[in-house]
């Protein structure tokens, strides 16, 4: 049985806990190199919400490089998996490493503090 099925909400399903931050990112179209600026809405290890200002298809394939630290930006594959119209992006990081989920975990508890 599919989780709307079972009448669980959105954030029932969600796996890792979300952290509410406003981060300026740029993001690009993994096939077309096309380069957007978004900011981070909120974000957890599997993934983020983007405030942008363009129309991007669902199932884009997309690349965050997101600051972690001064001196270092990740960059991270992701899937746009959802839009709304008002310029919201549900995007699902595709592939992290166990060392890039510690960077991820280490980042989200320093803006904690």
């Known amino acids: 049985m599919s989780d709307e099925a079972a009448g669980k909400t ?10 509410n931050i406003s981060l300026p990112v740029t993001v690009s179209d993994a096939a077309t190199g096309r380069s957007y600026v ?4 909120n974000i957890s290890l599997g993934g983020v919400c983007l405030l942008i200002e363009s129309d991007i298809p ?4 997309l690349v965050i490089h ?4 001064p001196d270092m930006t990740m960059r991270i594959e992701a899937s746009l ?3 709304t119209n008002v310029g919201e992006f549900g995007v699902a990081f595709v592939s992290l490493s166990d060392e890039e989920l510690d960077r991820l ?9």
Do not use: H, N
């Open 38 to 41: 978004a900011t981070v809405d």
């Open 58 to 61: 669902a199932g884009t394939r």
């Open 10 to 19: 959105t954030s029932e399903r969600r796996r890792a806990p979300r952290f």
């Open 81 to 83: 998996v959802r839009t």
């Open 105 to 113: 975990s280490d980042f989200f508890e320093l803006r904690q503090m």
């Open 66 to 69: 997101l600051p972690i630290a």
